[in-house]
Every structure is written in structure tokens, then in C-alpha cells.
């Protein structure tokens, strides 16, 4: 059986959520997806996510919800990490703080461990990301079928490392946080679909979903700036997944890309 993942870049904005809601189910049948895992960290207001966004997208045809650094930007969101098993923000971040890493989702009768982890690289000195993700496997070890991973970073360097040290283990593994789509999408040697970004789901004409001018202001006075999610159409960016179960190996990846006028 051939099953098919759509995984879905950072959603920036309540408009790109609005989008979702009203288009999530048509794309889940343009790209035959049997389940949609979404970044859902920049949905409220490029900070964060709120209850509200989380269960709007769980609502209308995402399975599981990722976050990254920008997870904790709404306090309401605190709750819902502790209490609902369809949202999970990076594995490293500190035990303490609300939440889990991971969490099992049934996906066509198989049982998927879904793991979210986030980078150190030009990034908070969160605990080893290679390692929280090896004992999530080691403590999850005979739970699940297949295992997919969500690595928030920075560095391509720390990505593509991270894919490669799982290739074969983690049955798929993209990257998100930059915003911008790359064009690595591959399957591994080991059977591992892999693709280091998979770009945002937002306004992309402005800075990674943000206002431009606040952002170059900044970037020219080096003063804070209050920031704002552009205005524009929403574009979803994400992949494609494709996992041959009986072979246990990812076998293709698609990149998408989706524009209002595509989806129509
Ligand atoms: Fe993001
Ligand atoms: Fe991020």
C-alpha cells in the first residue's frame, strides 16, 4: 500500500488559516494526501499559534499540528500542548515547559510516530536535537509502523545532517523555519524521503510572510520594529511524501506548491 503525507510549511497569518480552512480538504484531493501534517508556529500573527487557529486547522482536514521557536508567542496555546496529542512543539525544548515532542497518529491503520525537534544552529541553545530525537525512537521503540520528523532549523548544514543520520529509521524527514522552499526534495539511500525547507504557507510577497517595511527598517537602523504579517494571497508550500508500507521506504518526494488560482 502506498501511502501519501502532505506536509505543510509554516503557516503565517489568520488569513493563510482562513485559506486553509476553506481549501484544506480540496488540496488533501488534488494531492490524493492521506493525512496532512502542518507547521502551524507563525498562524496566529507570525508569533505563535493560538487555541483558536490550532482547532480551526485540526478542524479542517490537518491531522497534526508542528511548531518551532515561535511556539510559545500566544499563552493560550500552553493549555492545548499539554491536553491535546494533535499539537507538539520541538522535543528539546526544556521538560518543564508545556507540552511534548512527539505523538502517534493513525494514519491509514498504521501507527505513525510524528516527532518535532528544533535546531541549535543560529538558534536558542535548545538540548541536542540529534539526541532528543534518538530517545524519542529508543522510548517509542515497537509503538509505531513508521516515523516522520519535523527538524525546525536554521542551517541547511544541520538539516541535511540530521536527514542523513536518520535516513532509514525515520521513514520522512523535511525541515522547516526559513520560510523559503529548497529544491533538495530526495529519497535518501536508506528510504528516507528528505527535503531541507519546505517553505512557507502565507503572503509570500512580503519578508517571510512579514510586512517588508518594518523589517527593512531594521535591517537599515538596527531598532526595533513592530512587525506585521503581509498583506497578499496566501500560497501553500509544503511536500509530498509518498511511503511504500510493505517495502518500509519512502519511495518519492513531490514538492508543492499551491497558489489560490491553482486550487479554484
Ligand atoms: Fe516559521
Ligand atoms: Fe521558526
Not at 48 to 58: N, V
Not at 158 to 182: P, S, Y
Request: proline letters at 5%.
Amino acid at each position: 500500500m502506498i501511502i501519501k503525507v502532505l506536509a505543510v510549511g509554516d503557516i503565517v497569518g489568520l488569513a493563510a488559516v482562513e485559506y486553509l480552512k476553506k481549501n484544506m480538504w480540496k488540496i488533501r484531493e488534488l494531492t490524493g494526501a492521506d493525512a496532512v501534517i502542518a507547521n502551524g508556529e507563525n498562524a496566529y500573527d507570525v508569533r505563535g499559534i493560538g487555541c483558536q487557529e490550532a482547532k480551526t486547522l485540526l478542524d479542517s482536514g490537518v491531522d497534526l499540528i508542528t511548531t518551532g521557536n515561535h511556539v510559545w508567542g500566544r499563552r493560550d496555546i500552553f493549555r492545548m500542548l499539554d491536553e491535546d496529542p494533535r499539537i507538539i512543539r520541538p522535543a528539546n525544548f526544556p521538560a518543564s515547559t508545556p507540552g511534548c515532542g512527539n505523538s502517534i497518529i493513525n494514519i491509514c491503520g498504521y501507527r505513525f510516530l510524528c516527532i518535532n525537534a528544533q535546531g541549535t544552529v543560529f538558534l536558542d541553545p535548545l538540548d541536542n536535537p540529534f539526541i532528543a530525537v534518538e530517545k524519542i525512537l529508543d522510548a517509542e521503540e515497537g509503538r509505531y509502523d513508521f516515523a516522520l520528523l519535523d527538524f525546525h532549523a536554521e542551517a541547511t548544514s544541520e538539516k541535511i545532517a540530521m536527514g542523513l543520520n536518520f535516513d532509514g529509521r525515520i521513514h520522512m524527514i523535511w525541515g522547516t523555519h526559513t520560510h523559503v522552499q529548497t529544491a533538495d526534495e530526495t529519497v535518501l539511500p536508506g528510504g528516507t524521503g528528505y527535503i531541507t525547507d519546505l517553505g512557507m504557507t502565507g503572503p509570500v510577497t512580503g519578508i517571510l510572510g512579514s510586512a517588508p517595511e518594518p523589517i527593512i527598517e531594521r535591517f537599515k537602523t538596527h531598532m526595533p520594529q513592530r512587525f506585521s504579517v503581509a498583506e497578499g494571497e496566501t500560497v501553500l508550500c509544503g511536500a509530498l511524501f509518498s511511503l511504500d508500507t510493505s517495502a518500509k521506504r519512502c519511495i518519492s518526494v513531490r514538492r508543492i506548491r499551491i497558489a489560490p488560482s491553482d486550487s479554484n
